[in-house]
């Protein structure tokens, strides 16, 4: 029991009433008993020591409905871990084409983290802003999204698409993308972009890190082979976090 809790407690008994009002972040726990038909001292400290139990149940049961409340939701944890990926992996020189270039995350496919990474938008992570793109997937991006284009217009639209993918420092690729993981993956392999997925044997296909549900909570696969192809280094901290994969995975 904290002093200001105790204090209270005491001037409360002292005037008879028994009865203790405190806040615990944002609730209000009021518990009262009457101590005016206690006959002894015996009897009320007695009293007061229940007075006292109660208060310290209500607190506990307060103070558990609001970490229950502010659990984070998979979308949270997800956004909040590609920013410490941007924090927590290093890229080559030449990757930024200035010390104050921000780190652009795109997502292709849909986007289901929408909000909360927004959230992140400006966000600075080791001198840099973060800034996110969007790109509509991989129909898009292999210019077969509207039929009947010429062919050598859909090659500039490939060729394009491919570029702005290419100038992405991380690149969430969406579960509706499952279909097309490969020829999303290969054009990307060696250009310094931490790809990240969020679908079954993304990291077995050539993906940098997956995340995963296991136990009801997010994890991380790190396919390191992928990494050193894209030439980037991933800090212990995150490899801790992670199951690694090694030898496999090169997209083809």
């Known amino acids: 029991m904290s002093p200001h809790v105790f204090r209270s407690f005491i001037c409360s008994c002292r005037r ?59 979308r949270e ?74 062919r050598d217009d859909l090659a500039d639209r490939r060729n394009k698409k491919l570029q702005e993918l290419k100038s992405c420092h991380i690149l969430f690729v969406a579960s509706s993308e499952k279909k097309s993981v490969p020829s999303i993956l290969k054009p990307l392999q060696s250009d310094c972009v931490l790809t990240v997925g969020d679908m079954p044997e993304f990291a077995h296909q050539g993906g ?14 790190i396919n390191l082979d992928a990494a050193e192809r894209a030439r980037l280094k991933i800090s212990s901290k995150l490899l801790n976090l992670a199951k690694v994969i090694k030898g496999k995975g090169e997209a083809e």
């Not at 992996?89 to 927004?118: H, K, M, Q």
């Open 208 to 221: 940098v890190i997956n995340f995963v549900s296991l136990e009801n909570k997010v994890r991380l696969e």
């Open 77 to 150: 944890v997800k956004a909040g871990f590609l920013m410490n990926f941007a924090e927590f992996v290093e890229w080559p020189e030449g990757a930024f084409a200035s010390p104050s270039s921000s780190i652009v995350v795109g997502v292709i496919g849909e986007d289901r983290l929408g909000a909360e990474l927004d959230k992140l938008r400006d966000r600075m992570v080791n001198g840099r802003k973060l800034e996110i793109r969007r790109f509509k997937g991989a129909l898009e991006f292999r210019g077969e999204e509207t039929p009947g284009r010429r």
């Open 16 to 74: 008879g009433s028994g009865e203790v009002v405190y806040y615990v972040r944002n609730r209000w726990i009021a518990v009262s008993l009457d101590l005016a038909g206690c006959q002894s001292i015996v009897q009320k400290v007695i009293m007061c020591r229940l007075l006292a139990k109660l208060l310290v149940v209500g607190a506990i049961v307060a103070l558990a409905g609001t970490v229950k409340a502010q659990t984070p939701s998979d």
